[in-house]
């Protein structure tokens, strides 16, 4: 059993970021089905989101796609829990404040002020992602 981290009516002490390169207003829904932006972009099962902007950024970062990374202020419509590629395994107590849910969430703003790693951190990152890809370290989705 997985345990929720925050209910859906407890979350107003926090604000919740989504990184990706989607073109994206108020009001839209970031919803779990649609291909994954890492990875082998299969159908993602969940959404995810951060309360930190550093975790943001990297998403934002490694999103695939060829348009400029984003980072939305999102609000949780459902239950979110730990999410397990970043606790559990790799930072335990979940430092990064990292989640994912099975339910939709909303755009309700945009960060644009926000600055990215160095061109070296973000190359060591993506050649520690792409180490990961040939020992066949995928991200967990169950």
């Known amino acids: 059993m997985k345990k929720l981290t925050k209910p859906a009516n407890n979350r107003s002490e926090e604000t919740f970021y989504h990184g990706t390169r989607a073109g994206l207003k108020m009001g839209d829904l970031i919803?779990?089905?649609?291909?994954?932006?890492?990875g082998k972009q299969k159908?993602?099962?969940y959404v995810y989101l951060t309360a930190t902007?550093?975790?943001?950024?990297?998403?934002?970062?490694?999103?695939?796609?060829?348009?400029?990374?984003r980072i939305y202020i999102v609000e949780p419509t459902g239950p979110i829990e730990d999410d397990p590629n970043l606790t559990d395994k790799k930072f335990p107590g979940n430092p990064t404040k990292s989640y994912r849910s099975r339910s939709p969430l909303r755009v309700v703003g945009e960060v644009t002020d926000w600055q990215g790693h160095t061109p070296e951190q973000l190359k060591a990152m993506k050649d520690h992602l792409e180490r990961l890809k040939q020992l066949g370290i995928e991200a967990i989705e169950d």
């Open 31 to 38: 919803q779990p089905g649609f291909n994954s932006n890492y």
């Open 43 to 45: 159908k993602a099962s």
């Open 53 to 69: 902007m550093d975790a943001a950024v990297w998403g934002a970062e490694l999103a695939i796609g060829k348009g400029p990374g």
